[in-house]
């Protein structure tokens, strides 16, 4: 479970993780790049008593025939990165976040997408029209891209 009155804050050149108390939030910054326009980071919650970093985070975006996920501090163009089939209508966006997969079952009834895998992302995305979403499987656990090819098929819109 992630620690209560936590936030994460992105801009174009860092990642921070900040918690509230008092009516004051804290941020650090855990995390240095210059993130990709257009692009979504993907987190897992930190655990109760650890904290977050950017080695189990990954980026999305849309663009050239799907979805690309890679690993942060990596390019998408690079050997990481990974294009997964939409099997929907384009999205135009896309933002989420990784959940374990035992929390997709209410989300997705009647759907085993995380079989044995612990870690799944949860994406949702903008079409024009809907906002798509979708649960895919992280075989490898944070910071590990699904694996290439590996199709998104929305359960919800």
């Known amino acids: 479970s992630s620690t209560p009155g936590e936030v994460w804050v992105g801009s174009p050149s860092a990642l921070y993780s900040g918690s509230a108390a008092g009516g004051q939030v804290r941020l650090t910054q855990i995390a240095s790049a210059q993130l990709p326009p257009s692009a979504s980071v993907l987190c897992p ?33 690079g050997p ?29 009834p009647g759907d085993d997408v995380g079989g044995a895998t612990e870690w799944c992302l949860v994406l949702a995305g903008w079409d024009g029209e809907l906002l798509p979403v979708a649960v895919v499987p992280l075989p490898g656990g944070p910071g590990s891209p699904p694996r290439a090819g590996s199709g998104v098929r929305p359960g919800l819109d």
Do not use: F, Y
């Not at 690309?68 to 163009?77: N, S």
């Not at 997964?84 to 990784?98: F, I, K, R």
């Open 45 to 77: 919650p930190s655990e109760a008593g650890g904290g977050m970093s950017s080695d189990a985070c990954l980026l999305a975006s849309v663009g050239d025939g799907g979805l690309w996920i890679w690993p942060m501090g990596h390019h998408r163009g």
């Open 80 to 108: 990481l990165a990974v294009n997964l089939l939409l099997e929907s209508a384009p999205w135009q966006s896309v933002a989420g976040g990784m959940v374990h997969c035992n929390a997709t079952a209410r989300l997705l």
